[in-house]
């Protein structure tokens, strides 16, 4: 998104080490992440710009030209600013897969915490239940892949009927 905004705003850019993120997600951290580049004659352009998109200069400028950006507000007090985690029994469930099957499954929905008082509420679900699905979907490979596992350790470990190894060759 950075990069979007530098150059929008005519200064060159480009992404590196973009596909570690998707490729390897889970030590993309350790490897540095992401990283926007800039030629160096811009880079005090580049770093006012990044200043003004973490201040959040281009958001008002944004919600002036097309609106509400339908950000999560308290239904209480109408509040952008809030905390968020993940709700505990979806968390338990998300590491017990995980650990079961070794794929990662991370939890779905959020339970959020207004700053200003103290209300907490789920976050009205956005268009796409596909999200859903696809969840659902993981679960069940999951599931499937761990049941496969259990029965290759069974078959493995109590070796064939008849007491010869499986992995053999037998004579005719």
């Known amino acids: 998104m950075l990069c979007g905004r530098l150059e929008a705003e005519g200064v060159p850019a480009f992404v590196v080490h973009a596909f570690h993120v998707g490729?390897?997600?889970?030590?993309?951290?350790?490897?540095?992440?992401?990283?926007?580049?800039?030629?160096?004659?811009?880079?005090?352009?580049?770093?006012?710009?990044?200043?003004?998109?973490?201040?959040?200069?281009?958001?008002?400028?944004?919600?002036?030209?097309?609106?509400?950006?339908d950000d999560v507000r308290?239904?209480?007090?109408?509040?952008?600013?809030?905390?968020?985690?993940?709700?505990?029994?979806?968390?338990?469930?998300?590491i017990?897969?995980?650990?079961?099957?070794?794929v990662v499954c991370p939890p779905l929905g959020w339970v959020y915490f207004c700053d200003k008082c103290g209300w907490s509420f789920m976050a009205p679900p956005r268009p796409g239940a596909l999200r859903k699905w696809l969840f659902v979907g993981t679960v069940i490979a999951a599931f499937l892949v761990a049941m496969l596992m259990l029965f290759s350790w069974i078959h493995t470990a109590f070796g064939c009927p008849d007491g010869a190894p499986c992995y053999a060759l037998r004579a005719i």
């Not at 239904?75 to 998300?94: D, F, I, Q, Y």
């Not at 017990?96 to 070794?102: A, E, F, I, N, Q």
Request: hydrophobic residues 40%; proline residues 5%.
């Open 23 to 69: 490729n390897k997600w889970m030590i993309s951290v350790a490897l540095g992440g992401a990283k926007v580049q800039v030629p160096s004659e811009y880079a005090g352009d580049a770093r006012r710009i990044e200043e003004l998109c973490r201040r959040g200069e281009f958001r008002t400028l944004l919600e002036a030209e097309i609106g509400d950006l």
């Open 74 to 94: 308290c239904p209480k007090c109408g509040a952008r600013e809030h905390s968020k985690r993940r709700p505990l029994p979806r968390a338990a469930l998300a």
């Open 96 to 102: 017990m897969v995980s650990l079961l099957c070794g």
